[in-house]
């Protein structure tokens, strides 16, 4: 999941007005197992609460509670078990899905110049990133000239390093405003980058094809990841190379996969409606499998950002 931090540092004063507290004393502090929206929106308050405190309060909040899900044993690759998880993301986020619901403000000139994660100033968070960067990169191992397309750029940092050592290098967000931010980033670094406005699934529909396709903490914001594994071969050569890369991943996920049950994804997803999905590595290898690629795992030191799954068409 992208970093709390990544996607709401310009965002510390927005809150919905569903949490609002209803007075400025501290509530008790729910922790453990939720298993209602009401108890999760009072830990949910009191996680808002003390982020008036500090970030690293609130983060400390939100990684005291989780929420409980029971989805039913059925093949996780089967439509029972998907609409399972549709209809628990509409109580959650109060909303239908849309990936409308993945846009989010924020101020373009300030990060025009003072990107994440670098407008964090804190060093253990640059560096996670940067290593994440590294790990990407020298996984991909493209020869130069190469064709690369990033989903869910975001920020666009990884883009950007690519587009500057070369790489012929084009962008999908839903967000047009992160486009805008990538085409003045890449005009200050004197490099070309090609924006596309659209979803994950208006890729398979592009006429081009590509060397390289990249995910960076992108991927588990997909409704329909089995459909998009499957349609990915439609913009692939018989060479390219498909990188997921800083995916949310827990082995001991009482699930195959799922809505990441974890605080931080729950505010995600009840304040912003955003998807939040988290797998366990064994579904993800055999859906991968199933869909028709091979994989090589990179692990990164300890970094799960920097966790790299390099798959090719099998």
């Known amino acids: 999941m992208m970093s709390l931090v990544r996607r709401l540092v310009s965002k510390k004063a927005a809150l919905m007005s569903i949490l609002a507290p209803k007075s400025s004393s501290l509530q008790p ?52 078990f998907t ?34 994660p670098f407008c964090t100033q804190d060093p253990q968070t640059v560096a996670r990133q940067l290593q994440a960067y590294s790990s990407i990169i020298s996984s991909m191992a493209l020869p130069a000239g190469a064709s ?7 920020w666009g940092n990884t883009s950007l390093l690519l587009a ?27 490099v070309e980058i090609e924006y596309v406005c659209g979803d994950f699934f208006s890729v398979p529909e592009m006429a081009s094809r590509f060397d390289g396709i990249l995910f960076f903490e992108s991927f588990h914001h997909c409704h329909d990841h089995v459909r998009l594994l499957r349609e990915l071969p439609l913009v692939m050569k018989s060479d390219s190379v498909l990188l997921l ?32 999905l988290v797998f366990r590595e064994s579904y993800l290898l055999d859906v991968l499998a199933k ?12 970094n799960p950002a920097g966790v790299v799954y390099i798959c090719r068409r099998s």
């Open 29 to 80: 502090w729910p922790t453990g197992g939720m298993r209602d929206v009401q108890e999760l929106d009072r830990a949910l308050i009191r996680a808002q609460e003390m982020r008036q405190v500090s970030e690293a309060q609130f983060v400390q909040a939100l990684a005291g509670f989780w929420y409980e899900f029971s989805p039913p044993k059925v093949d996780p690759m089967s439509q029972e």
């Open 83 to 116: 609409d399972y998880w549709h209809n628990m993301y509409v109580q959650l986020a109060n909303r239908p899905y849309s990936v409308a619901n993945e846009k989010w403000d924020f101020d373009l000139d300030h990060h025009v110049t003072n990107p994440y």
């Open 148 to 154: 690369i397309i990033e989903l869910g750029a975001g």
């Open 164 to 190: 500057q050592m070369g790489y012929r290098v084009t962008v999908v967000d839903i967000n047009d405003k992160y486009g805008t931010l990538i085409k003045r980033r890449a005009e200050r670094l004197g």
């Open 245 to 276: 890369a800083g995916e949310p991943i827990k082995n001991n996920l009482p699930y195959s996969w799922g809505i990441n049950p974890t605080g931080e994804a729950l505010w995600q997803i009840r304040t912003n409606g955003w998807m939040e």
């Open 291 to 302: 869909t028709g690629y091979s994989v090589n795992k990179v692990d990164a030191q300890g």
